[in-house]
């Protein structure tokens, strides 16, 4: 069963720069679109950017506008976020997403990565 693997986390100080990585397990693997989203602990997952393959559009959570970009390597079939700016309160486990079908929900995940920023 495909899934999507998130790399490129990390402990980080403030103000540092992380890029995390994600692709799915099967290369010929294909979606509408793929997000990143994060989570704490006792927090519920919340959406952070995501990216549309065939148009390249982007979309991200107020929080992190200005800050993080999402972009896409058609050719090795990998999302990147990359995160600048960082600050304590982006601390979380960080995981991609895909979703299959426009519209539909992010239904193949993985495991995530922990993202760690020192104040």
């Known amino acids: 069963q495909v899934q999507m693997v998130a790399s490129g986390g990390g402990l980080v100080q403030a103000g540092g720069s992380l890029r995390l990585s994600c692709s799915a397990s099967?290369?010929?693997?294909?979606?509408?679109?793929t997000g990143w989203f994060r989570q704490t602990p006792g927090k519920e997952r919340e959406f952070v950017a995501a990216i549309v393959w065939r148009s390249g559009s982007a979309d991200y959570t107020d929080s992190v506008k200005g800050r993080f970009t999402i972009s896409r390597d058609n050719a090795k079939n990998t999302v990147y976020l990359q995160m600048n700016s960082l600050k304590f309160e982006d601390t979380a486990v960080y995981y991609c997403?895909?979703?299959?079908?426009?519209?539909?929900?992010?239904?193949?995940w993985g495991q995530g990565t922990q993202v760690t920023v020192s104040s």
């Open positions: 997403a895909a979703q299959v079908v426009r519209g539909t929900p992010y239904n193949i």
């Open positions: 099967e290369r010929t693997f294909s979606s509408y679109a």
